[in-house]
């Protein structure tokens, strides 16, 4: 599949000076936008998220359940809006939600009401009032322990071969348009447990990204329990807890993982590979859903060539955990 244009408004055009080999020039540069979400989660909080709006005008103005999406084509608001909440625990499924809307006369605000019992559970957990930059998606949660509240060891017996792998990260590309446009995009693709691709997603903010695909997903009733998602980005704790709260059993990224990513995979029963590109991956965690690392297993060393997989079992997420807010566990069995 070939990447659309970029949505009006997710590009903005800027001059600049160019130069190269001794030789300046001015050119006209394309630049990512970077804009405010307020997400007014009624009776629980206001969260300010600095997102792409990746969206036209004739996009879905609101969303009911039994109604569905109210507009011509499915909102990037709406779907960030829901994927946030989703990951944040204030919701648990669809069926928490009562309404989501952008706000007539302020189009940068999403309103989303929960369910009478979900936002009590929500309440009692979320903070108030924070704002997420587009560069963190964890900044302003109180610790690691409130990012895994409630998150269960995922056990879905999901295979995947290295080619189908392969195949989604370039699938991924492909789809890349806002990148394309400006190189200051991350990208999301999400998939079944088959392989077949589910939400494409394209942010400045990586985990924004993952939001709008985990939330597009959401809204769209597509179950995620078992399935996977290939990101453009590196691999942080961030985006391995929001896919083990969505139940994603495969975690795959065109770069590296953090120490603390690989922990919380292990922990979490996710399986996380990173460089998968031109052919190549290392599964650092739960290598059994990929055919060739789950062979691989018992030969692999640090070092080795190509797919390596992580032997030994390292101290646990709950252990990070504990050292970084003091107490707690990490995924609960």
């Not at 009590?120 to 949660?141: I, K």
């Not at 990224?253 to 031109?278: E, H, K, P, Y």
């Amino acid at each position: 599949m070939s990447a659309r244009p970029p949505t009006a408004g997710a590009v903005v055009a800027a001059a600049a000076m160019h130069t190269r080999a001794g030789e300046t020039h001015a050119q006209v540069c394309e630049l990512i936008d970077e804009s405010p979400l307020v997400v007014d989660v009624a009776g629980v909080g206001r969260y300010t998220l600095m997102w792409t709006p990746t969206a036209a005008d004739r996009d879905a103005a609101g969303f009911v359940p039994h109604d569905g999406w109210l507009g011509d084509a499915p909102s990037s608001a709406l779907s960030l809006a829901a994927g946030f909440a989703f990951s944040e625990g204030m919701l648990d499924s669809l069926a928490d939600i009562e309404s989501i809307a952008r706000c007539p006369d302020s189009p940068g605000v999403v309103r989303l009401v929960l369910t009478p019992a979900a936002r009590e559970r929500a309440g009692a957990a979320a903070a108030q009032e924070r704002t997420v930059r587009s560069s963190c998606g964890a900044c302003g949660s109180d610790d690691i322990e409130h990012l895994l509240r409630g998150i269960r060891v995922v056990r879905a017996a999901t295979t995947l071969s290295p080619a189908a792998l392969q195949s989604l990260v370039a699938e991924m590309q492909q789809r890349q348009a806002l990148w394309q446009a400006t190189g200051g995009a991350h990208a999301a693709l999400v998939f079944a447990p088959d392989g077949e691709p589910l939400a494409f997603a394209e942010d400045l903010g990586r985990h924004n990204a993952l939001d709008k695909a985990i939330g597009r997903c959401l809204l769209d009733g597509l179950a995620l329990e078992g399935g996977g998602v290939v990101l453009s980005s590196r691999l942080s704790f961030e985006m391995v807890a929001k896919a083990a709260r969505a139940g994603l059993a495969i975690v795959a990224g065109v770069s590296a993982a953090s120490a603390l990513a690989v922990r919380t995979a292990q922990a979490c029963g996710i399986t996380l590979c990173g460089f998968v590109r031109d052919g190549r991956a290392t599964v650092y965690a739960n290598p059994r859903r990929i055919a060739a690392a789950a062979d691989a297993a018992d030969a692999a060393r640090p070092g080795d060539a190509e797919v390596r997989a992580a032997r030994d079992q390292p101290r646990s997420a709950a252990s990070e955990s504990r050292t970084a807010s003091g107490s707690g566990s990490a995924c609960a069995g």
